[in-house]
């Protein structure tokens, strides 16, 4: 079956930076679109970023842009989530999402991703 496993969270100071794993198994992952969203206690779960199956598009949700890179190695069937100059607002429950390529794939949509980890927390301290 499919399994995504996220890793690299962790607590960290306002200012520092981690850098998230996302590791698909069960599936052909170069043929799946990645995305990263969390969720943060009491709020509905929002996009981060997102990165097509090739890995030549990039999205980014508004808050994270500058700050965040998403990356994939199909090699290793592994997506990264690099986050920079991390703040307090960050706190959240990372996941990780796939789905097969479509036509107006809506990376930012949680509803367009098939399969879900179960999430790394991260937490930032001020």
């Known amino acids: 079956q499919v399994q995504l496993v996220e890793s690299g969270g962790g607590l960290v100071q306002a200012g520092d930076s981690l850098r998230l794993s996302c590791t698909a198994s069960g599936l052909t992952f170069r043929s799946y679109n990645m995305g990263w969203f969390r969720q943060a206690p009491g709020k509905e779960r929002e996009f981060v970023a997102g990165i097509k199956w090739s890995g030549t598009g990039t999205y980014y949700a508004d808050s994270v842009t500058g700050r965040f890179t998403i990356s994939r190695d199909n090699d290793k069937n592994t997506v990264y989530l690099r986050m920079n100059s991390l703040k307090p607002e960050d706190t959240a429950i990372y996941f990780c999402?796939?789905?097969?390529?479509?036509?107006?794939?809506?990376?930012?949509?949680?509803?367009?991703?098939?399969?879900w980890g179960q999430g790394t927390q991260v937490t930032v301290a001020s």
């Open positions: 999402a796939c789905a097969p390529d479509r036509n107006y794939f809506v990376f930012r949509s949680r509803y367009e991703y098939t399969y």
